[in-house]
T-cell receptor, first 113, second 110 residues
Framework: KAGVTQTPRYLIKTRGQQVTLSCSPI?????VSWYQQTPGQGLQFLFE???????NKGNFPGRFSGRQFSNSRSEMNVSTLELGDSALYLC????????????FGSGTRLTVV | GIQVEQSPPDLILQEGANSTLRCNFS?????LQWFHQNPWGQLINLFY???GTKQNGRLSATTVATERYSLLYISSSQTTDSGVYFC????????????FGKGTKLSVKP
């Protein structure tokens, strides 16, 4: 079966712009979680969506938002980009989102200049 | 919140050597997983191991939940084992979301 697909793989944006990242989960998976990975902070949880509803949100400013569509595909949006938003953004899909059975995508590497 | 600490932060091995990676956590957990991040950034799940011991080929893992630590053993290491190994936990307060350690960066030299 197809894995978790994240697009685009690489992205370069300018400070102040906004960006939208996409994640297509494994077929049948209803939970999509997003994580930010930086050299300084490591892997940090952003938010989790299940059946189009945000169930959990990490400790990130309101500039970070997301949504999930009826086909379980998810998007995350970052507005008013800052240099510190440069990171690898990973999404993971699972059947139930209980922390077990995650499959991660290859990530989107965002560079803010 | 819970603290997840991994050691060592960096490890350099010659091909064929064995290694042990450690993960300590500061509170009771619902589950614990080990991941390998490949050079392309993808996280690959190695073990789901809230307690006990599991083996998969040259890799094995042991979690002693009562003492709040887990160990990942890599035997007869190969260059393809290089990458970063993460321990991640889920506990009551995290509501299903994973709390990751900082990782151990493993470099296996030919």
């Amino acid at each position: 079966k197809a894995g978790v697909t994240q697009t685009p793989r690489y992205l370069i944006k300018t400070r102040g712009q906004q960006v939208t990242l996409s994640c297509s989960p494994i077929s049948g998976h209803r939970s999509v979680s997003w994580y930010q990975q930086t050299p300084g902070q490591g892997l940090q949880f952003l938010f989790e969506y299940f059946s189009e509803t945000q169930r959990n949100k990490g400790n990130f400013p309101g500039r970070f938002s997301g949504r999930q569509f009826s086909n379980s595909r998810s998007e995350m949006n970052v507005s008013t980009l800052e240099l510190g938003d440069s990171a690898l953004y990973l999404c993971a899909s699972s059947l139930s989102g209980t922390g077990v059975g995650y499959t991660f995508g290859s990530g989107t590497r965002l560079t803010v200049v | 919140g819970i603290q997840v600490e991994q050691s060592p932060p960096d490890l350099i091995l010659q091909e064929g050597a064995n290694s042990t990676l450690r993960c300590n956590f500061s509170d009771s957990v619902n589950n614990l997983q080990w991941f390998h991040q490949n050079p392309w950034g993808q996280l690959i799940n190695l073990f789901y191991i809230p307690s006990g011991t599991k083996q998969n080929g040259r890799l094995s893992a042991t979690t002693v939940a009562t003492e709040r630590y887990s160990l990942l053993y890599i035997s007869s290491s190969q260059t393809t084992d290089s990458g970063v190994y993460f321990c991640a936990v889920n506990y009551g307060g995290s509501q299903g979301n994973l709390i990751f350690g900082k990782g151990t960066k493993l470099s296996v030299k030919p």
